[in-house]
């Protein structure tokens, strides 16, 4: 199923198609803001990033959260990132 149109997504840094089982979610929510969708499925806007170094460092670098959320995205919110990319290689 990893070929199936509806399971692509794209990451807003790279902005390349990939599954979405290889990337992770991030949805702004009124009422606790910009919170990591590990389920993958919850209300709002959504935003789709590769788990791949490359990706979560032009996010935090180009704050892209911040066009994407069209909002001023908590530096917080950036370090998660970063905490997820040291996460990841390890």
């Known amino acids: 199923m990893p070929n199936n149109p509806k399971n692509l997504r794209r990451c807003i840094a790279c902005r390349e198609h990939a599954d979405k089982s290889a990337?992770?979610?991030?949805v702004f929510d009124k009422t606790q803001g910009v919170i990591v969708d590990y389920?993958?499925?919850a209300d709002?806007?959504?935003a789709w990033i590769h788990l791949a170094p490359e990706c979560l460092k032009?996010?935090?670098?180009?704050?892209?959260?911040?066009?994407v959320f069209k909002r001023?995205?908590?530096q917080s919110v950036y370090d998660k990132l970063v905490d997820l990319e040291k996460t990841d290689n390890d």
């Open 23 to 26: 990337m992770v979610r991030l």
């Open 39 to 41: 389920a993958q499925n």
């Open 44 to 46: 709002g806007r959504g």
């Open 58 to 67: 032009m996010v935090v670098r180009k704050k892209l959260l911040n066009v």
């Open 72 to 74: 001023q995205v908590e």
